[in-house]
C-alpha cells in the first residue's frame, strides 16, 4: 500500500494504537513531529497531514498521515521562508474531538500554525522501508536527496497501527 491508499481509505489490517500511542488521547505526541505535506482531497472533502516521524522518538514509525473526512475548514499559516526546504517541528497540538466533529490545532516551528475542521479523524503511523534511518538535512543535502528523503503520496509503506477520532467507521 502507499501514503495515497491511506488517504484513499483503502481498506487496511493495522492494529489499535494502545492509548499511551494514542494523540488524539496525548496530543503531546504530535510534537517534534514534523508537517511535510498538506494533502486536500476537495472532491471527497478529505485532508492529509503526512507527518516525518524520524526525530519524534516516541512514536514507533518513520512516518504517519493525519487523514481528516468531512473537513468544513483548512488552514496553514507559516511566515515566508528564506529556503525552499522547510521542516515545520510541531512545537505543540491541540485535539478537540465529539460525536460528529474533530478539530486539530498545531503550532509548527520557525513559526506556523496548522488547524483543521472535520467530522472524524484516523492517525495512521506507517513504516516506509525506503527511508533512511534519519531525516535529509534539509540546508545541506541536495534538492533531489530533500525531497525523496521524505515520505510523498506514493511512499510504499505498512501500517504499524491507527488511532481514530470519536465517530470514525473502522477501515
Not at 6 to 34: S, Y
Not at 104 to 116: D, E, I, M, T
Not at 146 to 163: D, K, L, M, Q, Y
Amino acid at each position: 500500500m502507499n501514503v495515497n491508499d491511506v488517504l484513499a481509505g483503502v481498506p487496511m489490517r493495522a492494529p489499535e494504537l494502545r492509548d499511551t500511542e494514542n494523540p488524539f488521547l496525548h496530543p503531546e505526541l504530535f510534537v517534534d513531529a514534523q508537517v511535510t505535506r498538506i494533502i486536500v482531497d476537495v472532491m471527497t472533502g478529505t485532508v492529509g497531514i503526512l507527518l516525518e516521524l524520524r526525530q519524534a522518538e516516541h512514536l514507533r514509525g518513520n512516518t504517519a498521515l493525519l487523514r481528516v473526512t468531512g473537513v468544513a475548514q483548512q488552514n496553514w499559516i507559516c511566515t515566508a521562508m528564506a529556503n525552499e526546504f522547510t521542516a515545520w517541528s510541531i512545537s505543540g497540538a491541540t485535539v478537540h474531538q465529539r460525536p460528529g466533529e474533530f478539530q486539530f490545532v498545531a503550532q509548527c516551528l520557525p513559526a506556523g500554525a496548522l488547524r483543521l475542521v472535520g467530522i472524524s479523524a484516523e492517525f495512521v503511523l506507517l513504516e516506509a522501508a525506503a527511508l533512511a534511518s534519519a531525516p535529509p538535512d534539509y540546508r545541506a543535502d541536495s534538492r533531489e536527496l530533500i525531497r525523496f528523503g521524505v515520505a510523498n503520496e506514493n511512499t510504499e509503506c505498512h501500517a504499524v497501527g491507527v488511532a481514530r477520532s470519536v465517530q470514525t467507521e473502522k477501515v
